[in-house]
Structures are given as C-alpha cells and as structure tokens.
C-alpha cells in the first residue's frame, strides 16, 4: 500500500469525520480481522477517487449518501449523513435528497434512510 | 400537496390498516423528521395508484407483498403482511408467495420474508 | 433429476405457454450448454413451487410478474407477460401491476417494465 | 391527477430537457400502452418532489445521476446526463460522480455508467 | 418432494453444518411457519445442485460466500461462512474473498460481509 | 497513480488477458472519455487486491464470476469468463458456478448468465 495515498485518503477521511481521525484507528471488530482492507479503503477510495479535482468535496458527500440511500447500505450511510453535517450540508438539504431517492429507488428504501437520518440527527429522542 | 388526492390515499391506507388509521398519525422519528414525506407517501403512492380502478385491492396487496420480499425490503414487509391479512388474503396464500420468492430472487430473499412472516403471524411465539 | 416432478413443472409450463410447450425443447443456446439447468428449472421452480395447491394459478402468474419487473429481469419479464395473458389476466390489470412497480421498486424499474410490455402486446408497432 | 402538480412537474421537465418538452408528448410505445403512468411521473416525482424547495435543481440533477448510475439503470441515465448537462452541470463533474460509483456500487457499476455517458457526450463516435 | 433428492440434499448439508444436521430440524419460527419451504430447499438446493459432480464442494461453497457477500445477504452468510470453515476453507482465505467483494459490490457490501466474519471467526470479542 | 501499484495490477491482468494486455490500451469510447478509471482500476482492484497473496488467482477468477453473475453485471461478466478459461477453469465448472446461481439470487439471474457464457463458449453459433 503507498504512503502517499494513504496520506491523501486519510486527509479526506479527517475533514468528514474530524473526531474519528483524531482518535485510535481500527479498534472495532471487521478493522481487527481485516486491517489492510480499511487501509485499502483510505488509500484508494478516499486516496484515489475522493481526493481528485473535478468535483467539490460537498458534491461528492451529498452524491455519496443518495447512493448509499439507493442502495439500502444502513451503516455506511449512517456515517456519511454525519460527514455530510461535518462538511455544512444542512439537515434540509439532506432530508431532501432522502425524499427524492423514492423516486429512483421506490419508497421503502426513502422511508428507511429517513429512519437512519432521524438516528443520526437526533430526531424522535426522549 | 393536494387535499382530494391525500384524502384518496388515506381512504385505501386505513382498508389496509384500520387501527393505524385510527390513532394519531406521524409519531414515530422519520415523520417526526420529514412529514411532508409521509403526506406524499399518502397523496402519490396511495392517492394515485393504489387507488386506481383495473386492478383489484387483494391484487395490489398480494403483488406488493412479493415485491417487498423480492427486494429483501423487510420493514415495509412486516407492514403489508399485515395489511393483506386485513384484506383477507389467508396466511397459507402468503405463505406460497413467500415461498415461490425463491426462484426469481434466490433463497435467501425467500428465507429472509418467512422469518418476517413468522413474527407477523406470531409462530414461534412462546 | 426426478420424472414426476419434471412431469409435473411441464404441466405447469403448458398453462403458461402452449405453443412452446408443444414444440422442440432446449433449442436456444443456454438450453444446448446446459440441458440440465432447464430440467431443473422445470422440476423445481415449476414442478416443486407453481405446481402447489394452497394459491391460485393466476396469483403466482401476477407476483412473478411483480417480481421480474422489481427486479429488472426484463427476459424472463417478457415471457411472463405472455403467460400472464395465456392466463386470462388481462392487460389493464397488468398495466396496473408495473406502474405500481413505480412505488416500491422506483420510476425506471417501472418505466423499464412498460417498455417490456408494450413490445409483448405490440403496442406502438407499425 | 391533479393539474397544478402536473403543470409544475412539467416547468421542471422543461428545464431538464427544452427540446422534449417543446415537442409531442408521449410518443413511444411505453406511453402508448400507459399515457397515465406518464402524467403520474411528471405530477409526483417532478411536480411534488423536484419542484420543492431546500435543494438546488442542480443538486437534484447530480444526486439523481448516481443513484441511477448505482442502480444501472441506464437508459433513466441516459436522459439525466443530458438533463445535467442542460442545467449546467461540467462533463468533468459528472465523469467524477459516475468514477466515485465504483467506490459504493463497484466497478462493473461505473464501468458500466461510464459508457453510456460517453454515448451520451459524444466520445468515441467516428 | 422426492425422498432421495432430499436424502441426497441432507448429505451435502451435513458436510457444511455437521452440528446442525445432527440435531432436530425445524425449530425456528420460519420452520415452523413454512416446513415445506425447507424441505424444498434441501432437496432443490443441496439434492439438486450442490450434489452434483463437476464442482468440488470447496469451490461451491467460496462462490456461494462470495454471492452472498455481494447480495448483501447476513443470515445466510453467517452459516455460510460457518459450513466454509467446516469445509476446510482458511479465514485467511474467507477474508481475501470478502475484500475482493468491494471491487465487484462495492466497499459497503465489503464492509457489512467482514463484520459478519468477525462474529462468525470470533474476532472482537471479549 | 502510483507506477509499482499499475505495474502489479497489469500483470494480473496481462494473466487473465493475454491478448488484450498485448495490444493498444484504452481504445473503447469510456476509456476515452475516462482514461484515469482504467487507470484506477488496474491499481486499485488489480494492483492492490487480485495481487494479494492468501487467495488463489484461479479462486479470485471463480468468485468473481460467481459475483458477476448474481449481481447481473453482464458486459464484465462476458470478460472474467473469458479470463477463467484463460486460467484453465473449465467450461463445466463455469457451467456449474453459473446454475449454482439460480440458489441465490434467483433463477433469472442464472439464465441471463448462462446466456452470457454461451456467446463466451461459442455454443450455440452456426
């Protein structure tokens, strides 16, 4: 794995989830069975494709997380609506991307990632 | 969003659940999120195609019922068993289409809906 | 591979489509690489499944067609079409099932599905 | 269907694709078999869903570009790149959305999208 | 259901899961809801397919966990990586698989896949 | 783009392509418009995962057929068939992983694959 593109990956990963990169890495289960795979993930998704010009930062989370609303991925999806937050996407903006994914990946898959946003924007709490 | 068509959808929605109907609406955290989702759930989904003569409700339910299944899209599965039950399509009907899941969607899909189904239905309930 | 189950996926198969039913089987070229894999499907998926007593002919015709076009397999989508209609359901009804595909699977599984059917019931052909 | 949505639906369709809209509505065959499946996509997912406010038409187009591209659904694809690029949306911009695809959805998935976007933009034509 | 196919599909099950098939069968609430569909699944899937020549069992059982990986399907990969493992096949192995799965599904279904691995290999755990 | 990490994933594929990996490079109309994916995917996929240890390269080749099929990624599952029998795979095993298929995401899935490999195979041609 090239230190360069870790580098670059990890310098992305730090401006969507500043608390993450600032503590201990690869402390949880799946990052203590397959640790290359997480520096995999840094060094080329984040290394190689996020980190390029072409396309704002702010455009790449906002289409990230329509993707992973589409494709009912909960966990990760989860993850970047707070990186998205971290990055000034407001809450609205975010709602309505959710909201418009019914159209394209039909109402089951808005309805649950509405469900993961009110999670993780702390709606519905006592 | 308009009133006639919202009125529509909520006719069709409380054949499909009654008692859902009955109480108050948009409590739980992704209507506390996003009503207006919800009210066009409502005024599209309901208002403007279940509500639709050519096709019979019992169809619409039952063809909803695979769809759900066959997309491994579990919460709004649990909701539409219910549903068909209140429409009275019997548990053996749901039970065969679960079943004939297997072969457009693979076992799992299939495997994943009975598990679903058996809460629905309360078997293995103690 | 079992005579009677095969015996019994036949049938079956001839409610659905008579004329291919009565010609050569196994022509097209999946059938000449891998004669087996038909035979299973017939005493499987039509001999084991569709042959069950416990929901109607008709209703497993319709949830398969559901099914197909949720999940965009527009092939298999084509022949179910054309066995629907062997059935006796009708093409409103039909109509009605993939524009409700809209709802749960998404506008292009839907749109894909009518474009399936109107080249099964030769609609807009010259 | 109510004409208030579907004239708004149809003022963001217009600014989407001018050329379509300027032109004979539902011509091909899938609005030949199902005109009204058609008018309910203009007047729910453009006029009650594209048309809201808290998220700019542009970020709408580019979210919608993935979550197609991740969907493999190419031929909604096909008329979203155009549509992006009628809004104003750079090639650049949208060959890194469907690059950054291979990250959520896999390679196949972006590989896939890639080549219809250079059908779409022209690339590779004699 | 024919008697030998089932035989024949226990056989193969009692290689993957040697505990289980040893034990009473069908407790589980969607056994006890669907007792056929089961049966079915051990004569279609085990007596039918995966007792045929031309696939050593190893073979079958990696691409089985590679699929399910891909598809996103956590029930059925945990017993599949459990019967691999029964099998012979090394973590090691099972791990490289569940990474190449990011390529092909993309980095959340790897993601998801290696977190099942780490309850299924016990890693993590206190 | 790290040059050691191109060089390593090259080589895998100058293995699984011999032919192609002779000749000119990034000639279809994608890798026009889009020059640095294949660039990304030679390193990152190739370079960085099919090169690892721990995973024999004809198993890589197997579960990635096996992942094509089920996912129904036709165009990329046509080229890793090709690339299994340039490993020495043979057809049978290809012809089993395939049928297999039809177990875990449905028998559409298997049909559409098999299709695929009897273009790969040639069977089925005059």
């Keep these: 794995m ?5 580098a ?3 310098e992305v990963q730090a401006k969507l989830w500043p608390r993450v990169a ?3 890495t690869g ?5 203590q069975l397959a640790p290359d795979f997480y520096r995999y993930v ?3 998704a984040f290394g190689m494709i996020w980190s390029r010009p072409g396309l704002a930062l702010r455009d790449r989370s906002l289409v990230t997380v329509a993707q992973l609303a589409a494709l ?5 999806l989860r993850a970047h609506l707070a990186g998205a937050l971290n990055l000034g996407i407001t809450r609205e903006e975010l709602v309505e991307v959710l909201m418009q994914t019914a159209v394209y990946a039909g109402v089951p898959a808005a309805n649950e990632a509405l469900t993961v946003a009110a999670t993780v924007f ?3 709490d006592q």
């Design 122 to 124: 702390g709606v519905g």
């Design 27 to 31: 402390t949880f289960p799946a990052a």
């Design 72 to 76: 009912g991925r909960t966990d990760e």
């Design 2 to 6: 090239d230190d360069e593109l870790l």
């Design 8 to 10: 670059a990956g990890r």
């Design 42 to 44: 840094a060094a080329s």
């Design 22 to 24: 600032a503590g201990p």
